[in-house]
């Protein structure tokens, strides 16, 4: 396995990699940082996990908790703490390992290469199984960095449409840069962007061995291009950064219209349990979606009367009534979802 690792060219941003014919998967193995040798009994119970993990020399070791969730009989999640994306190592998005008997899909990839690895090896726990696939709710830094793991094993990568117009942004090339210096060590030289093998432009079903996964696309909503999946037997939807249950959504950058649209046309009756982008998940899926939805509207609703009325945005916040979320995870987010809103309004009012 060490051996499809050994990309010594994948250090290149990857729309180069894909350039380059001497790219070649079958080159030396990389040396291992971290051998048992340097496993010591006084490191506290996380680093003592991953010290027992041979990393590749291209990646770098985390020592934060990671724990693999069973969320139904083929599927897993890692829940990633709130935080902002720089605090615990990076790992504050979620996850998925769906188990096929033709091999594991990903769901969301983490934000670093050295989370994806971590995430590799508590997948080893459950099942031999390759990774024959990772599914991209969004194409946001921190569910993406970690793609390169996975792409070096060989799995296929599919992303929802919008994922083409990030790759030929300069935000791509510009966030990637920012986390290098924020996010050092776990987001250096060695990272970079991976271009998909597939983008899915319409609502699609296909197999692996005995699950069925439909993944929904629901265009720019909270990013240039959203997806979830659905997993069939099980029922559990994959809601990228759309749904959460209890905790603030990230609303900068939206298009709240087109979210709260999507969210109203969303038929999940038959789902049993969410698995959002952030956050534990939800084994009440209608009231996941209602938080979500009624969350958009109070926010429209808050900064759409302070705008008409033209109160100040610092005037506005201190006097909307947010009781209801400030005990929530993720609450930081709120007055950035705010502001956000606000300015948004506005620019349309004055239109
Ligand atoms: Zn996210």
Redesign the pocket.
């Known amino acids: 396995m060490l051996k499809n690792l050994a990309c010594r060219f994948c250090i290149l941003p990857v729309l180069f990699v894909l350039l380059l014919p001497g790219c070649d998967k079958k080159s030396e193995p990389v040396p291992v940082k971290n051998s048992e040798a340097k496993m010591s009994s006084s490191l506290p119970p996380a680093a003592e996990k991953t010290a027992a993990i041979l990393w590749p020399e291209h990646i770098e070791p985390s020592h934060i908790d990671m724990e693999l969730k069973q969320t139904s009989p083929r599927i897993y999640y890692v829940e990633g703490p709130p935080g902002t994306p720089t605090d615990n190592e990076g790992f504050m998005?979620n996850a998925g390992v769906i188990i096929t008997n033709d091999g594991v899909v990903v769901f969301d990839a983490l934000g670093t290469p050295s989370l994806a690895y971590r995430l590799y090896h508590l997948i080893r726990q459950v099942t031999d199984k390759p990774v024959v696939k990772v599914v991209t709710s969004?194409y946001?830094a921190?569910?993406i960095y970690g793609l390169q793991v996975f792409k070096e094993m060989g799995a296929e990568i599919i992303a929802p449409e919008g994922a083409r117009d990030y790759l030929a942004s300069d935000e791509a090339e510009n966030r990637l840069n920012e986390r290098r210096e924020s996010l050092f060590p776990w987001v250096n030289e060695h990272t970079y962007v991976v271009k998909p093998d597939r983008y899915i432009s319409e609502d699609t079903t296909f197999t692996v061995g005995d699950v069925k996964l439909s993944l929904i696309v629901l265009g720019s909503t909270h990013s240039q291009g959203d997806l979830m999946v659905r997993v069939e037997p099980d029922n559990v939807l994959f809601s990228?950064?759309l749904i959460f249950d209890g905790r603030i959504p990230?609303v900068a950058g939206s298009n709240p219209e087109i979210w709260l649209q999507r969210l109203k046309e969303l038929d999940i009756s038959q789902i049993n349990a969410v698995v959002p982008?952030?956050g534990a998940v939800s084994r009440n899926p209608q009231q996941a979606l209602a938080f979500t939805r009624d969350y958009l509207e109070y926010l429209h609703h808050s900064m759409g009367e302070a705008v008409e009325n033209l109160t100040a945005f610092e005037e506005a916040y201190a006097q909307t009534d947010w009781s209801q979320y400030e005990s929530m995870p993720a609450f930081l987010a709120n007055r950035v979802n705010a502001y956000f809103i606000y300015l948004r309004l506005e620019a349309n009012s004055v239109k």
């Open positions: 998005s969004h946001h921190d569910h990228g950064d990230f982008g952030h």
